[in-house]
């Protein structure tokens, strides 16, 4: 009987990313299926995206669904990006989030493919990580900013 609980923590161990993702898809779904009004509470603003999609010579006119479903798919890309990260992170043991995650993500991940070219054109200096505090550009110290 023991044999069989470890053999069932193991596997639950090894797909502790697997439950995490497909729950964060489900409630995704759900907050989809159940909101009224999306252009409320979108990351990025629609307006900004129809100024985007207007600077293609080819676009005359934008209909007034577009913008707000490609704010929300890029969203759920954000989203699910760092999800992904965020667990290759955890398990590799660490609470900070890395660019080497990020890279591994979208190297296992098939619908990802269309950002080789971004991670394999890094730039050298670029840090592999970014501590807590360099989102709000102050470290407590000098100032100074290397990442530009």
Request: charged share 25%.
């Amino acid at each position: 009987m023991e044999n069989n609980s470890e053999k069932s923590a193991v596997n639950a161990d090894q797909s502790a990313g697997y439950p995490t993702l497909e729950m964060f898809w489900k409630s995704q779904q759900s907050e989809m299926e159940n909101v009224n009004d999306f252009k409320s509470r979108l990351l990025p603003p629609p307006t900004r995206i129809k100024k985007i999609m207007k600077k293609d010579e080819d676009v005359r006119m934008v209909a007034a669904e577009s913008p707000v479903l490609m704010a929300k798919a890029c969203e759920l890309f954000i989203q699910d990006l760092t999800l992904r990260s965020s667990l290759n992170a955890q398990e590799n043991h660490r609470r900070i989030l890395k660019k080497d995650d990020l890279t591994d993500v979208i190297v296992q991940t098939d619908y990802f493919d269309f950002l080789l070219d971004v991670v394999h054109a890094t730039d050298p200096f670029t840090p592999s990580s970014v501590p807590f505090y360099a989102a709000g550009g102050s470290n407590g110290q000098d100032g100074n900013n290397l990442d530009h």
